[in-house]
């Protein structure tokens, strides 16, 4: 049975906190391709409707612009099931956030950020240490080169969720 079956199959403890997760869009969820085809990372759909049914909020925490957002959302309607706030470049600004380019999770109200560039992780390290950059899941880079190819990115993602789960219910 794949993993995601498994662990959808086991309940949440009781009284669990329910997380924010918040995705990054671009090479996190979509990729665009050199035709300007945008794909959805494939199972991308499957993980958002598990973290639902574990009672999590799923959030869209984009750097692009609300327009690329929209037009990702309308291309893709299934995202829109799932996903209970969008949060674009205009949500967070230098102004929001203090360094550019930075998404500040605690200052976002976001528990957990799926993404895939790692330097929010080591600058969320910086300022508020590995409680909090231990909160950025970073995710293989989803690019039209890797399409079609298994880079675990379900069961790291998972395995995160769980351990979080744990964490924040006690
Ligand atoms: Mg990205």
Not at 49 to 62: A, E, M, P
Not at 70 to 95: N, Q
């Amino acid at each position: 049975m794949e993993l995601s079956l498994l662990h959808a199959a086991s309940p949440r403890i009781e009284n669990q906190a329910a997380l924010v997760v918040a995705f990054d869009l671009d090479n996190t969820i979509i990729c665009a391709d050199d035709s300007g085809n945008v794909h959805l990372r494939p199972g991308m759909i499957e993980a958002m409707q598990w973290l639902s049914s574990r009672g999590h909020k799923v959030w869209i925490c984009s750097s692009a612009d609300r327009q690329w957002v929209d037009l990702v959302f309308k291309r893709f309607p299934a995202l829109g099931c799932h996903t209970e706030r969008i949060m674009s470049c205009e949500d967070i600004d230098p102004a929001t956030c203090g360094i550019r380019q930075f998404k500040d999770i605690i200052r976002l109200g976001i528990d957990l950020l799926v993404d895939d560039h790692e330097p929010y992780r080591e600058d969320a390290r910086r300022i508020y240490g590995d409680g909090v950059a231990n909160r950025y899941i970073i995710l293989p880079k989803f690019t039209a080169e890797v399409l079609g190819i298994e880079d675990g990115w379900r069961k790291c993602l998972t395995d995160k969720i769980l351990c979080h789960e744990k964490c924040d219910g006690q």
